[in-house]
């Protein structure tokens, strides 16, 4: 089939849910890769730029108060909303110059950081009435700790206001495992990491009549990377989910369900393969990234040890300057490299990569 063909910029609304449809098509999905600050986001649309693909950039709350500055108050989540909201703006100006599109994202949000989201919604009403589309692609409600009555009505009190702004909002059903962002569920109950196919169907009948919606239904998903044998993913959970709502509700479409794996870091490739034959169409990753940021900031303070001692002096004579070395946008450089290096290479893993015409 043809590559689906895309302009740069956000993708909101119909456009988003376009891509995904084609996704599931293809049997691929995007990266949703968390930033924290400028040098992440440029590091992202660069991947995407190579990878010939749309990217899905999302902030969670943490990253969003580190993108206002660690030391800004953060009371009533002011810093958190101001930090994400100028993020969004970023990509907004910077997405055509890369020439690539991006689906912008808030990643997990519990039900004690709602008026983060709350806050984004009113500055996503904002950018509406300007510019008639929403700041934000979408954003994710994360009450998997709680009821799933609560959870579902909750995340359709959401979804209501959010479809008012042709906006996504990506629930979770089951626990992501592990420990991310000061969000610590290394000790959550075992079965909650296993979704059950039936609470996807009464999610996805209570929320399908009020917008559109993603699920990350957990399947053994863990926060981070550890060793090898240590998670045991079960990815059938997402074929026997669609499989639910598709015969339960008489549906024509193989895949009617919109999927998100969380946890993507370290996955093995055979498990992330076959999550993509079931509807997978966003793939979670920050630990991998997060290392391949960091390592090859490291290794040039261990090259440059000598030169960056001091201003001034160096193994070349005691007068010799540093500055050139100490310039913190040449291991900053370093550290967006590797960072775009390892996204490439989970676009690829994700069947991604080269899979849209974006006219580059």
């Not at 119909?14 to 599931?24: E, M, T």
């Not at 669609?242 to 479409?253: A, I, M, Y």
């Not at 993509?276 to 966003?282: A, M, P, T």
């Amino acid at each position: 089939m043809a590559k689906m063909k895309l302009k740069p910029g956000v993708l909101t609304g119909n456009a988003l849910q376009d891509v995904f449809a084609y996704c599931k098509e293809t049997g691929c999905a995007l990266p949703a890769v968390n930033v924290i600050s400028s040098s992440s986001i440029n590091a992202s649309l660069q991947a995407a730029r190579e990878a010939s693909s749309p990217i899905m950039i999302q902030f969670s709350n943490g990253g969003s108060a580190f993108n206002a500055g660690k030391y800004v108050d953060n009371t009533n989540q002011r810093a958190a909303i101001a930090g994400a909201a100028a993020g969004a703006l970023h990509v907004w100006k910077l997405a055509d110059l890369y020439g690539v599109p991006v689906i912008l994202h808030t990643d997990h949000c519990a039900r004690k950081l709602l008026p983060w989201i709350d806050g984004l919604i009113e500055e996503g009403r904002q950018f509406y009435k300007q510019h008639g589309v929403p700041l934000f692609s979408s954003h994710m409600i994360d009450l998997s700790e709680d009821d799933l009555d609560e959870n579902i009505k909750t995340s359709g009190e959401y979804l209501e206001q959010m479809a008012k702004l042709d906006m996504t909002l990506e629930i979770e059903l089951g626990v992501t495992g592990g420990e991310e962002d000061g969000v610590d569920n290394t000790q959550v109950d075992n079965a909650k990491l296993y979704t059950q196919p039936e609470d996807v169907l009464k999610a996805y009948d209570a929320l399908k009549p009020l917008g559109k919606f993603t699920v990350a239904a957990a399947f053994g998903n863990t926060h981070g990377v550890y060793k090898p044998g240590n998670v045991k993913l079960r990815p059938e959970i997402l074929k026997h989910s669609q499989e639910k709502v598709r015969t339960d509700r008489g549906l024509n479409e193989e895949k009617p369900l919109d999927l998100v794996f969380h946890g993507g870091s370290g996955s093995e490739l055979a498990q992330i393969h076959e999550a993509l034959q079931y509807g997978v169409v966003k793939m979670n990753i920050d630990t991998d990234t997060q290392w391949a940021y960091t390592r090859p900031v490291r290794e040039y303070m261990d090259k440059n040890h000598d030169y960056l001692m001091a201003q001034i002096g160096n193994p070349e004579g005691p007068d010799q300057p540093n500055k050139k070395t100490i310039d913190p946008r040449k291991w900053m450089v370093e550290g967006e490299k590797g960072m775009t290096q390892r996204l490439v290479e989970a676009f690829d893993n994700l069947r991604s990569k080269d899979q849209f015409d974006l006219g580059l």
